[in-house]
């Protein structure tokens, strides 16, 4: 099956730094790619779909100037977060599609904690 | 984009069928459903996805009536491994997920 990994799987960091978290499609190309954060008990919030070569679409509230995202290829998403802050702590996952109407899977996410 | 309504929660034991509605009132005609499972800190599984009548997987299976305003995800002979939350999403044109609040299912022994 369609496998998506994310790198690092948990990070630890100091407010104020900046995080860089990958997104990878092992074995297929992603023409489009997204982002997730997940709070404890919560369920998946969609931050931003990327497709390659093209900016990122941001939901109504992300700020787009402080998770920056980058599809510089068919198999790798970027998301920095930028200037972490506590309330930035959270669980990040990103997806990844063939193609429309095709879909989805999951990476096996990413865990942020700002101190 | 549509919006699903499911139980908040439901409980099993091994060896049951277990079965979770999903409503989607709204479904577009391009639309399809799809249905995801989820461990705690983990990323979602893809567990199967249709557009109508039945689908059919080694997992699970989805029904899915003709009006199309709801389905049923089925879990045959689940087992303890099975504890986890169930998504279940309306897919719309630029592959767009929604995702609700799940359903939590605990099999107990």
């Known amino acids: 099956g369609a496998v998506v990994s994310q790198h690092p799987s948990w990070v630890i960091c100091k407010s104020g730094t900046s995080v860089k978290i990958e997104c990878r499609s092992l074995?297929?190309?992603?023409?489009?790619m997204f982002w997730y954060r997940q709070f404890p008990k919560q369920s998946l919030m969609l931050m931003a779909t990327?497709?390659?070569?093209?900016?990122?679409?941001?939901e109504q509230g992300v700020e787009k100037d402080k998770f920056l995202i980058n599809h510089a290829s068919l198999t790798l998403s970027t998301l920095t977060v930028t200037s972490a802050h506590p309330e930035d702590s959270s669980f990040y996952i990103c997806?990844?599609?063939?193609?429309?109407?095709?879909?989805?899977?999951f990476g096996p996410g990413t865990r942020l904690l700002v101190l | 984009l549509a919006k699903t309504t499911q139980p908040i929660s439901m409980d099993s034991y091994e060896g049951q069928e277990v079965n979770i509605t999903c409503s989607h009132n709204?479904?577009?005609?391009?639309?399809?459903i799809t249905w995801y499972q989820q461990f705690p800190s983990q990323g979602p599984r893809f567990i199967i996805q249709?557009?109508?009548t039945k689908v059919t997987n080694e997992v699970a299976s989805l029904f899915i009536p003709a009006d199309r305003k709801s389905s049923t995800l089925s879990l045959p002979r689940v087992s303890l491994s099975d504890t986890a939350v169930y998504y279940c999403?309306?897919?719309?044109?630029?592959?767009?997920?929604?995702f609700g609040g799940g359903t939590r299912v605990l099999v107990k022994p």
């Open positions: 997806s990844a599609t063939p193609g429309l109407q095709e879909t989805q899977y």
């Open positions: 249709g557009y109508k």
């Open positions: 990327s497709n390659e070569g093209s900016k990122a679409t941001y």
């Open positions: 074995d297929f190309q992603a023409t489009t």
């Open positions: 709204n479904i577009a005609t391009n639309d399809y």
């Open positions: 999403l309306v897919v719309a044109a630029g592959n767009k997920l929604t």
